[in-house]
């Protein structure tokens, strides 16, 4: 398995708090994705990252930012969390070079925000 | 986009081969075939992947029509932990995976 982890695994919050979820890969893979995954929705992409401090929106990135500053480390936060928020949250990582962009996902983190 | 239909779901006994199919006409020339799955609650996991010809892996096979308009993961003999949904994908945008709604396989004891 690729060695992606995501903390926290599990997280309650309260509406309007901020809160920042971490993914940390050990591959060195230039390419990072947060996904969210609701019931009826399959996955969504949030945003994603080419490289250090590159970073771009998925499409459904309205109330979520994003930081890189390492290669190994991609940050998701919820500004002030919404009660829509809640969901289970998907890293991803990918080499994507020579038309192989196989993605390999983290555990996912469960937010519940009251 | 290139877009992929697949049946919602399908049952299979274990030990049997678990066909699943997909369905890509749209899919340009320079577009791969990915498979995923998701086991319940964990987080998807890469089958296999193909362009033109068949692929073989550990853990499936994949077979793509000569036309490319269509797809087959096989699970030669599937287990009970096989039982999963199952993402066909085709179009990778930017690098950008777009997941459907997959097929939940049942595998029957």
């Known amino acids: 398995d690729a060695g992606i982890t995501q903390s926290p695994r599990h997280k309650v919050t309260e509406t309007g708090t901020p809160v920042t979820l971490r993914c940390h890969q050990t591959?060195?893979?230039?390419?990072m994705y947060w996904y969210r995954q609701d019931p009826g929705h399959g996955l969504r992409l949030i945003h994603y990252?080419?490289?250090?401090?590159?970073?771009d929106k998925g499409e459904v990135s309205d109330g979520y930012s994003v930081s890189r500053s390492k290669t190994e480390d991609f940050l998701l936060t919820l500004e002030s969390a919404t009660s829509s928020q809640t969901s289970v949250y998907f890293c991803?990582?990918?080499?994507?070079?020579?038309?192989?962009?196989?993605?390999?996902f983290g555990p996912g983190t469960r937010l519940l925000v009251l | 986009d290139a877009k992929t239909t697949q049946p919602p779901s399908m049952d299979c006994a274990e030990g049997r081969a678990a066909n699943l199919p997909c369905n890509h006409s749209t899919i340009s020339g320079n577009e791969y075939v990915y498979w995923y799955r998701q086991i319940h609650s964990q987080g998807p996991q890469y089958i296999i992947h193909g362009l033109k010809n068949n692929e073989t892996n550990e853990m499936a096979s994949l077979i793509i029509t000569e036309d490319r308009k269509s797809s087959t993961l096989i699970l030669p003999h599937a287990t009970l932990r096989d039982t999963a949904v199952y993402y066909c994908?085709?179009?990778?945008?930017?690098?950008?995976?777009?997941f459907g709604k997959g097929t939940r396989l049942h595998i029957l004891p």
């Open positions: 991803a990582i990918s080499e994507s070079k020579a038309g192989d962009q196989t993605q390999y």
């Open positions: 591959e060195n893979h230039r390419y």
């Open positions: 990252s080419y490289g250090v401090k590159d970073t």
């Open positions: 994908i085709v179009r990778v945008r930017d690098d950008k995976i777009i």
